[in-house]
């Protein structure tokens, strides 16, 4: 019988909870992993959304030259080339969605100028993305496949395109 308790309280004693110190020093690491770990992800996320507008700038390049083997001429407004309206937006996917969508990333437009035998795509960022791609600011490619950039604060041509 003895022995019986003599294990029991044992076996209680090796029963313990984490101190309260312990408790501290994870959550601190986990606060410096997220801390390094977070800006990263917000980076990788802004990349993407640029990456989603390259391709509808991509699509809309491909419509053009359709369009002027078509047309002998580019066509200077995006509803020619099958969009709902002159310019458009995207949703972080890429996908159209109306331009007072709160789920816009880019609205999608031909510059000023644009005619039958030149044009420049324009993706203008919007909401968090302006605020979040500053350095690379408005993605423009001409009709001879020039990239560029404007409105940008630091960004160059190859980090951003």
């Given at each position: 019988?003895?022995?019986?308790?003599?294990?029991?309280?044992k076996a209680?004693?090796?029963i313990?909870?984490?101190?309260?110190?312990?408790?501290?020093m994870?959550i601190?690491?986990?606060?410096i992993l997220?801390?390094?770990?977070?800006p990263?992800y917000?980076?990788?996320?802004?990349?993407t959304k640029?990456?989603a507008?390259k391709?509808?700038?991509?699509?809309?390049?491909?419509?053009q030259?359709?369009?002027?083997?078509?047309?002998?001429?580019?066509?200077?407004?995006?509803a020619?080339?099958?969009?709902?309206?002159?310019?458009?937006a995207?949703d972080r996917?890429g996908?159209?969605?109306?331009?007072?969508?709160?789920?816009r990333?880019?609205?999608?437009?031909?510059?000023?100028?644009a005619?039958?035998?030149?044009?420049?795509?324009?993706?203008?960022?919007?909401?968090?993305?302006a605020?979040?791609d500053?350095?690379?600011?408005?993605l423009?490619?001409?009709?001879?496949?020039?990239k560029g950039?404007?409105?940008a604060?630091?960004?160059?041509?190859?980090?951003?395109w």
């Open positions: 019988m003895r022995d019986q308790v003599r294990a029991a309280a209680q004693e090796r313990r909870g984490f101190t309260l110190i312990e408790l501290m994870v601190t690491i986990i606060g997220a801390a390094i770990a977070f990263g917000q980076q990788y996320v802004t990349r640029r990456g507008a391709s509808v700038i991509v699509q809309v390049m491909d419509r030259a359709q369009y002027y083997v078509d047309n002998k001429g580019f066509a200077t407004d995006l020619d080339l099958g969009w709902g309206a002159s310019t458009f995207i996917g996908k159209e969605v109306a331009t007072t969508s709160g789920d990333t880019y609205v999608i437009g031909l510059a000023d100028g005619s039958a035998t030149a044009f420049t795509v324009e993706a203008v960022p919007q909401l968090g993305q605020t979040k500053a350095k690379c600011g408005t423009t490619i001409t009709h001879t496949g020039v950039i404007k409105d604060s630091g960004g160059t041509v190859t980090d951003c």
